[in-house]
């Protein structure tokens, strides 16, 4: 063999060879789906800081979540350090105000848990759940996310003892996989607990509500990515599966009614909550994004006339757009942003002394610890994640979460891109990120002189810079 052809044998040996080691790898779903080019992506994403300063695009710029976001996720995901160094990259809208003797690491304390549910009098429910962790998982539909998405996240959740809700989708055996503590959400399409008519099945609540994994029921009435419009599924992702699960027809575009048919006032929302809390005999939370505040007012005083109307806690959802795919005006116009929501709601539940009654979720690109303990100081009492919760599978910000061709298999319908995404290695990732959240939280609690993060109220924030981010915090 002349010497010229045994020399270009060798790099089409060495590319073969490398094909076949990213074929076979678990770790990496980009690799998998997309052998050998897909290294560009990594080569790019390690040597992109120390090539920062000839680009002029800042790290802190992308949309809707910038670099600096998106790698403190993927690094704690992957258990790698987030130290940095040089000083802050970021522009921030809040600090938290550092006590002058912190806590010391013998005054620490764990979060001792909250229930959610009452035990005795009107509204009370036979099975109250003891949440023990303030950061959980949001809903994400199966159909929406794909198989093996739905998979690591409820290994995931299982292995750092958190919830994960099913999204309107109804609930999958994939949701139930890894054991975790589930919340069953209810669409506007009752997906899951519908009859033929797709009205509410009190025979489906019953027996799902049967199911030990499923602690409480949501009530979808909105969420940040289109208030005011139902839940879309192409009828490419319609397959015969997930058309059992939700009772729908095969391959035909799944379209949610915009609202509740059964549900078109206060007085109907609270008997809705009242029946299925007697149905289930568990914890009913209603999601929803703040429009009008009267409504608020109003809300919470059915609450107090009418003890047994009121929910057991209230998800408060931002309105800067979630993971559904909805009209560009829905997302970007439409609905409080979390930043404004949250604060008038925790000071509704107060003037209406609901504290005790009404436990408050948020939920709206809180993805990091600055974020959620941001969340915590307003008034939250948890806080969850849809969008952390992909990044940490391996999402990577590509915007194709509708078209079922997602490259790392989150949100895909093809088969082919599903099977690069292992639901076992995907899910300690889950659990890595979920973990270290809590822990940089606590973090911020202890240096606010906190022993445990429950303590937060809105004196340890404040705003700075009020045109950058929105949010709101004490002043004094």
Known sequence: MPLSLALLGLPVAGLAALYVRDRRQTQHTILRNYPVIGHVRYFAETWGEYMRQYHYLPDWAERPFSRLERSWVYRSAKGVSNLVSF????????????????????????FPGKQIGIVEGPGACREPYLARS???ISGMSYGALSHAAVSALSRGAKQAGIWL?????GLAPYHLEGG???????????????????????????????????????????????????????????????????????????????????????ETLGGFIDRLRRLSGKPVGVKFVVGGLDFLDA??????????????????????????????????????????ALPVVAAARTRHGL???????????????????????????????????????????????GSGQCPTGVTAADPRLIAGLDPTDKGVRVARYATRVREEVEIIAHSCGLPEPSGFTPAHVTAIERGVGGFRAADG
């Not at 970021?90 to 690491?105: G, I």
């Not at 809700?165 to 989708?169: K, N, P, R, S, V």
């Not at 509500?209 to 139902?230: D, H, S, T």
């Not at 809300?299 to 109307?309: G, K, L, Q, R, S």
Request: net charge negative.
């Open 87 to 110: 000083g802050s990259e970021n522009v921030p809208a809040f600090v938290f105000r550092n006590a002058p003797f912190p806590v010391l690491d013998e005054e620490k304390r764990s």
């Open 134 to 136: 303030f950061f959980n």
């Open 165 to 169: 809700a099913t999204g309107e989708g």
């Open 180 to 266: 975790c503590d589930v919340v069953m959400q209810i669409g506007t399409a009752k997906y899951g607990v519908r009859d033929a008519a797709g009205d509410l099945s009190e025979a489906r609540v019953r027996e799902i509500a049967a199911r030990p994994e499923v602690k409480m029921f949501e009530l979808k009435l909105a969420q940040g990515a289109k208030p005011g419009k139902g839940g879309i599924l192409p009828g490419a992702k319609v397959t015969p599966e997930i058309a059992a699960i939700r009772g729908i027809p095969v391959g035909q575009d799944s379209i949610s009614p915009n609202r509740h048919r059964d549900i078109d006032s206060i």
């Open 299 to 340: 809300w919470f005083a059915d609450c107090v006339a009418h003890p047994e109307h009121c929910p057991d806690y209230v998800q408060v959802d931002g309105g800067e757009g979630g993971t559904g795919a909805a009209p560009a005006p829905l997302i970007d116009y439409v609905g409080l942003p979390i930043t404004e």
């Open 355 to 401: 504290v005790d009654r009404l436990r408050i979720v948020a939920s709206g690109k809180l993805i990091t610890p600055d974020k959620v303990a941001w969340a915590l100081c307003m008034g939250a009492d948890f806080v969850v994640s849809a969008r952390g919760f992909m990044f940490s599978l391996g999402c990577i910000q590509a915007m194709k979460c």
